[in-house]
């Protein structure tokens, strides 16, 4: 019996070993978030670079895939991660007629001013990231369904509020999230 104990401890330790030699590569947010935006694509638009997109809500979302998942899906769906709305050059009926700025389409406050116009990917995405962290908090304190509660709160409506192209977003979420 303490053969058979000691053998099976043995096989134990062996596959402990093995199993993480034999894992493909250790996780990378950004690759991750590169991959995910293959299959959103932007129509008729110059994109924004995935690469610079995928480094800024990585270090803006600090690594967390969810909000990075809900960063990225914003984008996409409020602008198809199109490189001329993250520098600003919204046509007079884009970007909420103007209050709305960059590829997350963030409307002033006091949390923005400061940043608020700047077309650098990496201000975008911290401005958005926090913006989010808030909505989800909001979300999460209204006892809102998760995520659609969320974006709910990111658009400033109330959590009980459709928001425009809803399901599209709960549904490019998902998407998003399995590639993460």
Known sequence: MSKCFALSLLLLAILAIALPAASKEPYNLVDR???AQRGLQAPREEKTDP?????AIAIASKGDRILAAAMLTTAYVETSLSDRLRRN???PQEC???KAWGLYQ???DGYTADVWGSPDV?????AAARKMKSAFYTAKNAHAPFPVGM????GGRRVTATVPREALRVSTFNQVLGHL
């Open 33 to 35: 978030l590169v991959t």
């Open 122 to 126: 990496d201000v975008q995405s911290v």
């Open 51 to 55: 690469v610079a997109l995928a480094r």
């Open 96 to 98: 909420d007629r103007r």
């Open 89 to 91: 050059e919204c046509r």
């Open 106 to 108: 963030i409307h002033k």
């Open 151 to 154: 974006f709910r709160a990111y």
